[in-house]
C-alpha cells in the first residue's frame, strides 16, 4: 500500500513537474518573449494573457516585459539659458515598452535586468534633452504668465523619439521643478526692480502728460468764461450806464427827493445789523432820526449841519483865510472868481 502511495505522489509530481516546464503564464499588462534555443523571431512575441505552452528542458526561454508607464526621473541640473541666466531644473518622463516593439526591447536589453538597464540610459538622454531644449530659451520664455515651457517639453519628448529604435515608447516629457541659483535669483530681483522703476517712470510721464493736457484745457476754458464774463460785464455795465442816465435825468427834476432817496438808503443799510452809534443827529442821514428837524419846501427833513468838522489844518487853512485883511480877502475873491 506504501509502495503505490509513493508512486503515485511521484507520478503527480511528475506530471507538475512536466507542466511546470512546458506551460507560462502572461498577465494582462505584461508581454513575453519566448525564444528557442537562445534565438528570437517575429513569431517570439506573446501579447495575449493567459496560459500558453513551451518546449520543456530549457529548450524555449521565456521573459516578460511589464508594458505599464514606467518613470524616469534627473537629478537636478543647472541649464544655462539664451540670455546668459541660469535656471536648475529636475525632470521626469513617462514611456513604456510598446507591444509592438518588445522584439527591439529584448533585443537591445537582453539581460536579466533590462528595465534596470533601460531606465539608466533613459535618465542620460532626458538631461541631454533637458539641457539641450531649455538652453535655446531665454530666462523669461520659461517663468510667467507668458512661459513657453510647454512648447519646450514638446520638443524633449521629439529628441527622445528617437529611442522608438530600442523598443521603448516616450509618452510624457515634463519638468517636475525649476529653481533659481542664488546669483541668479539676485539678478532676477535687480532685473524685476528696473523693470518697476521703467514702469513707475512710464506711467509719472503718462500721469504728467496727462496733467498738462487737463491744465491747458482747464485754462482754455477759464480764459473762455473770463472773456465771456467780462464781455457780459461791459453789457450789463451799458445797460445799467443807461438805465443810470434814465434816473439821474428824473432825479435831476427834483434834487431834494433825490438826496432825500440817498440818505434813506444809506440809513437803512447802515440798520441791517444791530450797531450802536455815537455820532450826532445834526449830520446826514442821521438826522432822519429826528422828527424835529426842519424840512424844506418840499417837507424833506434838513440836518442842522451838512458836513462833519474839517481835519485840523483845513481848519487852519480856513481860519487864515478868514482872517486876511479886507483887501488880501478881496484880491483872494478876485483870484477866486477869475
Known amino acids: ?14 506530471v507538475l513537474l512536466v507542466l511546470f516546464s512546458t506551460t507560462y503564464t502572461v498577465r494582462f499588462h505584461e508581454v513575453a518573449i519566448k525564444t ?44 544655462p539659458t539664451a540670455d546668459g541666466q541660469s535656471v536648475v531644473v529636475q525632470a521626469f518622463l513617462l514611456w513604456k515598452v510598446g507591444a ?21 540610459i533613459l535618465e542620460g538622454r532626458l538631461r541631454t534633452a533637458v539641457k539641450g531644449s531649455l538652453s535655446r530659451y531665454a530666462f523669461d520664455d520659461l517663468i510667467g504668465p507668458a512661459s513657453r515651457l510647454g512648447q ?62 487737463i491744465q491747458s484745457e482747464a485754462n482754455t476754458l477759464a480764459d473762455r468764461l473770463e472773456a465771456f464774463v467780462e464781455q457780459r460785464a461791459e453789457e450789463i455795465k451799458a445797460t445799467a450806464n443807461v438805465r443810470a442816465a434814465e434816473y439821474l435825468s428824473q432825479m435831476s427834476e ?22 450802536t452809534f455815537f455820532l450826532s443827529d445834526e449830520y446826514a442821514p442821521w438826522h432822519l432820526m429826528n ?34 485883511p479886507d483887501g488880501d480877502a478881496e484880491a483872494s475873491s478876485a483870484k477866486e472868481g477869475s
Open 291 to 324: 422828527l424835529s428837524n426842519q424840512t424844506d419846501a418840499g417837507h424833506i427833513p434838513q440836518p442842522k449841519k451838512k458836513y462833519l468838522a474839517a481835519p485840523a489844518e483845513d481848519r487852519v487853512r480856513e481860519e487864515g483865510i478868514a482872517s486876511q
Open 100 to 120: 509592438d516593439d518588445a522584439l527591439k526591447f529584448f533585443e537591445s536589453f537582453p539581460s536579466k535586468g533590462a528595465l534596470e538597464d533601460a531606465q539608466r
Open 152 to 213: 519646450a517639453e514638446q520638443e524633449m519628448l521629439d529628441q527622445l523619439a528617437s529611442l522608438g529604435s530600442m523598443g521603448i515608447e516616450p509618452v510624457t516629457v515634463g519638468i517636475s521643478q525649476m529653481l533659481l541659483p542664488p546669483r541668479t535669483t539676485t539678478a532676477v530681483l535687480a532685473r524685476m526692480e528696473r523693470t518697476r522703476l521703467r514702469l513707475a517712470d512710464a506711467e509719472r510721464s503718462r500721469g504728467e502728460s496727462e496733467a498738462v493736457g
Open 36 to 79: 528557442r534555443y537562445g534565438r528570437a523571431s517575429a513569431q517570439s512575441v506573446v501579447n495575449e494573457p493567459g496560459l500558453h505552452f513551451r518546449i520543456p528542458f530549457f529548450a524555449d526561454r521565456v521573459t516578460r516585459f511589464d508594458t505599464r508607464l514606467q518613470l524616469v526621473e534627473t537629478p537636478k541640473v543647472e541649464v
Open 1 to 14: 500500500m506504501s509502495k503505490a502511495l509513493a508512486v503515485v505522489v511521484g507520478v503527480i509530481l511528475l
Open 254 to 275: 427834483d434834487e431834494s427827493l433825490a438826496i432825500f432817496l440817498v440818505w434813506l438808503k444809506a440809513f437803512e443799510e447802515a440798520l441791517q445789523e444791530g450797531v
